[in-house]
């Protein structure tokens, strides 16, 4: 029986005012009262925080680590790094952060440092409660000397609350920038294939205009924005194992098949689903199609493992299907993601998908979860709206550890049931 889940309704605005939240301008530096490391070679772990650049800490080994005290525990949104040969080497690392310094979380995971910079590289996250936070080295890309981690200074933000940008749901919900690739209406499929720098990424700009036959993105450092897709295929925008991609503000319909009908599919680290739009974006009669707003897995043919994601402020609903008649093109899944060696997929990477937050979206109708989690960790899902019906909210298996449902998350009357544990108060930002 249908129940209401008192558990986890709170009060909010109106369905059209849910804004994406994140880190304010006024996110403070932290006072670091001391660093420690779990080894050095003389150069010490103070020499991250003294001030002088030309000073570091270095340790060898992978796993290696320097913890910085904040002296009690505050919220905590990023990392300001300098990397000793910053600018000639990678290097790859963890974030970490406790509260005691004896339980810990991990932040971001598997991280790597850019390689052209001698200055501090800020690297934010999902907030978090910490008095101690932990950089873990994994080594650089240099030749001779590639089992060193090793810092200049160091830093630690937040505190600075949460303010909502100028961003608003669907196309024209984000501003053209002035050196934006503007992008007319196309008849076909239409392919980016070269992006920017992570600085700097290019800007695809569709300024309402409508992309007939869907976007396949094949290149790094990219923005989608402000394009009306008419699918006339079996996924709307596909992203083929690229990293640091923004698909924000689009409009997505006409997705139609055989087979996995997807509004958004993605693969690889550091996407950014936001602000998008699909409603009633099936067309047809959808058979055994199987219909998911997003999906993502790892396998042979797509190995990269999705990091550090971000899917905030998206409307995805409709129709409206309680009685789940498979001759309506409803929605099957909101999200649907399976990891290495998961959903019968083989192959690809081993390493595991981390460190989402999945925030500020209106989830519809779904069969029987409207997000299946099978296998990545550290998920925050915080003040979403489930307005549709399913069986459950959430599906996630065993596979999968450190979920966290909050409790400001909005569930419908037409749900029978959360399908996990409820953690109390607000998520992160």
């Known amino acids: ?7 986890v309704l709170c009060a909010s605005a109106a369905l059209g005012s849910v804004a994406l939240l994140e880190s304010s301008a006024a996110a403070a530096a932290l006072p670091v009262t001391a660093a420690t490391a779990s080894s050095d070679d003389g150069n010490v772990a103070a020499n991250a925080i003294d001030g002088d650049p030309s000073t570091r800490w270095s340790g060898s080994g992978d796993g290696v680590w320097i913890r910085f005290d904040l ?10 790094l300098a990397w000793y040969d910053g600018d000639s080497r990678r290097t790859t690392f963890d974030v970490q952060l406790s509260e005691d310094g004896s339980h810990w979380s991990t932040a971001l995971s598997g991280k790597t440092s850019s390689g052209t910079t001698l200055s501090p590289e800020e690297y934010g996250f999902a907030e978090g409660s910490a008095r101690f936070v932990r950089v873990v080295g994994h080594g650089n890309s240099s030749a001779d000397s590639g089992e060193w981690t090793s810092i200049t200074e160091a830093a630690v933000s937040g505190g600075g609350g949460t303010t909502p940008p100028a961003q608003t749901p669907g196309v024209g ?44 993105i094949e290149a790094d450092n990219v923005v989608v924005q402000n394009c009306r897709v008419d699918a006339q295929q079996q996924y709307g925008i596909y992203s083929d194992d690229n990293t640091d991609v923004t698909i924000q503000n689009n409009d997505i319909k006409g997705v139609e098949g055989p087979g996995d009908l997807n509004a958004i599919t993605f693969f690889g680290n550091g ?12 067309t047809g009669d959808p058979g055994d199609s199987h219909t998911d707003f997003i999906q993502t897995w790892v396998s042979d043919s797509h190995p990269t493992t999705s990091d550090d994601v971000e899917i905030r402020g998206n409307k995805a609903v409709g129709p409206d299907n309680p009685d789940q008649d498979s001759s309506i093109p409803s ?3 909101w999200l649907m993601v399976e990891d290495y060696g998961r959903g019968g997929n083989s192959g690809g990477d081993t390493d595991g998908m981390h460190n989402w937050i999945v925030a500020d979206n209106e989830i519809g109708d779904s069969w029987n979860q409207a997000i299946k989690l099978d296998g990545p960790d550290d998920i925050a899902l915080t003040r979403n709206k489930f307005v549709g019906s399913s069986t459950k909210v959430m599906e996630v298996t065993s596979a999968s550890t ?6 400001d998350n909005e569930v419908g009357p037409d749900y029978e049931s959360v399908g996990m544990p409820v953690t109390d108060g607000p998520g992160p930002a």
């Open 1 to 7: 029986m249908n129940c209401l889940l008192a558990t």
């Open 71 to 80: 002296g009690s525990v505050t919220a905590v949104d990023s990392v300001s």
């Open 173 to 216: 919900g984000v501003e053209t920038p002035a050196d934006a690739i503007l992008v007319g209406e196309q008849d076909s499929e239409f392919t980016i294939d070269s992006g920017g720098t992570a600085a700097d990424p290019d800007v695809y700009d569709c300024q309402g205009e409508t992309v007939h036959g869907g976007i396949r």
């Open 271 to 282: 996407h950014k689903i936001l602000y998008n739009t699909a409603v009633d974006f099936v």
């Open 331 to 333: 929605i099957h899944q």
């Open 402 to 407: 450190g979920v966290r449902f909050y409790s």
